[in-house]
């Protein structure tokens, strides 16, 4: 049995490592599966490229899994096209939290054979036995749709979530170019770090409305079995900043307590990142971050406003919020900042005060703006715009009204779309002259160095 999965390019110098895909890699390495891996990512293929690929070479099956977006979308519909016309078509699949929410539309677009829902290291497994050996119906595998011999759509019961991740391999990082992703900057990481990034565990404890992922409630990594994969790669590829890549590593005190502790007792001597909640944001645990290499924590601020954050259902204040940063600042770790607006509640004053907040606390560690809400396919407030007229569904949303991530798709505020515009022009034109001229300072402030001070170290005008 033999399988090509695809990792798409999203038009990025360095990509991130997929890590989903290499989890599937694994499992179906461990079942003795033959896995190819197809790196459009690194080498920037065409999609003709692919056809090609399959016309010369033969696989029983061909993946591809990609998250909500519409140039994911988008990529996925020229991928399928290059699949679909290929000479050797091998059994097409497709997953991930793209087509999850809505598989018919996804099966109709791409002409997939089967999509697979939510979680898929179980149910690709299952699926690539059943299909092959043709030993029952396809019907009989959990979390999976598709199309039957009658042309009807099928979309069998959800599979139970892995309870122990734990028991899930490494991923397969022996199949992916680790010298090309491992290229990956992080705030704070220097010319000579090797990033890459880490799982330490899946799903998020909270249940903000415009969260699309489908997965419920929160699936920790053993401690051990973190130090394990880092002192692993840390041992084989000389990673030396590692970042954590799961929704939310800072799930509660005790367990953010627990990992670092682990991480000190390891003395591995790696820098990381996480993404943070503030609301555990306390400054006993921030220090104790520190100590155990935390170098930067990416928060969902997402509104300074109490109200938009009620509709939200961000289970957070604006008083935390602020505690929390000046905290973890205090702490000497950078805070990352997120915040969307066009929410419900969300007008001229409430981006002002956001804008406000950014200036503010800015550290100059990342490059700060200001992005539209976006009711992703899957999420309380697509299905709430859906209710209220605002999109008449997934194909609505995908071919007319989320055509960049940067633009409206849907305005849930009392403003014109002009008028939010002109607002969301003003903050961001704002936040890129403030990031500008801190920029400048800091160049003048090197350049001054080198000449005043004849720093030996410097190491030439270079862009980074």
């Known amino acids: 049995m033999r399988i ?17 895909v290499a989890y599937l890699a694994a499992v179906l390495q461990r079942a003795g599966i033959d896995v190819v891996i197809y790196n459009q990512d690194l080498h920037h293929y065409p999609e003709e490229h692919l056809k090609g690929f399959l016309n010369d070479n033969r696989f029983d099956f061909v993946g591809l899994s990609f998250i909500g977006g519409y140039y994911q979308y988008r990529k996925a519909l020229k991928i399928s096209e290059a699949i679909n016309c290929s000479k050797n078509r091998p059994f097409y699949i497709i997953g991930g939290h793209g087509p999850s929410p809505e598989p018919e539309f996804f099966l109709r677009k791409t002409k997939a054979d089967a999509v697979v829902i939510g979680e898929g290291e179980e149910t690709v497994l299952e699926l690539l036995e059943v299909v092959y050996r043709k030993n029952k119906p396809m019907e009989a595998v959990k979390g999976i749709a598709f199309y039957n ?5 099928v979309q069998t019961e959800r599979r139970q979530l892995i309870s122990d991740i734990d028991s899930i391999p490494f991923p397969a990082y022996n199949l992916f170019p680790i010298e090309y992703y491992r290229l990956l900057r992080m705030p704070h990481c220097t010319n000579t770090d090797f990033v890459m990034p880490v799982l330490s565990g899946r799903g998020c404890t909270f249940k903000c409305n415009f969260c699309y992922r489908m997965d419920k409630g929160f699936r920790p990594r053993s401690s051990e079995s973190i130090i394990e994969e880092i002192r692993f790669l840390k041992k084989t590829y000389n990673i030396t900043y590692i970042a954590f890549s799961d929704e939310l590593l800072m799930s509660s005190v005790k367990r953010t307590e627990e990992l670092c502790d682990a991480l000190l007792r390891a003395k591995l001597d790696v820098k990381w990142d996480c993404n943070g909640r503030l609301n ?16 930067f924590i990416n928060y969902g601020i997402e509104a300074m406003d109490d109200n938009v954050l009620r509709i939200m259902r961000k289970s957070l204040t604006v008083k935390q919020i602020v505690a929390g940063i000046e905290a973890t600042m205090k702490a000497g770790i950078s805070p990352g900042f997120n915040i969307i607006f066009g929410h419900i509640g969300d007008n001229a004053v409430t981006l002002k005060k956001g804008v406000e907040f950014l200036l503010k606390y800015d550290d100059g560690a990342q490059m700060r703006t200001i992005r539209p809400v976006t009711p992703y396919p899957g999420s309380p407030l697509y299905y709430y715009a859906i209710e209220k007229n ?18 409206l798709s849907v305005n849930f505020t009392d403003l014109t779309d002009e008028e939010y515009y002109e607002e969301l022009l003003k903050a961001n034109r704002s936040l890129l002259m403030n990031y500008i001229n801190n920029r400048s300072i800091t160049l003048a402030k090197s350049v001054e160095d080198l000449y005043q001070n004849k720093n030996e170290s410097f190491r030439g005008f270079r862009q980074s």
Not at 4 to 20: E, K, T
Not at 149 to 153: A, I, L, P, S, V
């Open 149 to 153: 011999e009658k042309d009807e759509f």
């Open 390 to 407: 605002f999109l008449y569904g997934v194909e609505d949303f995908y071919e007319n009204k989320h055509l960049n991530s940067d633009l």
């Open 4 to 20: 090509l999965i695809i990792v798409y390019d999203n038009d990025s110098y360095i990509h991130w490592f997929p890590q989903g």
């Open 280 to 295: 555990y944001a306390e400054a006993s645990l921030l220090r104790l971050m520190k100590a155990a290499g935390c170098v």
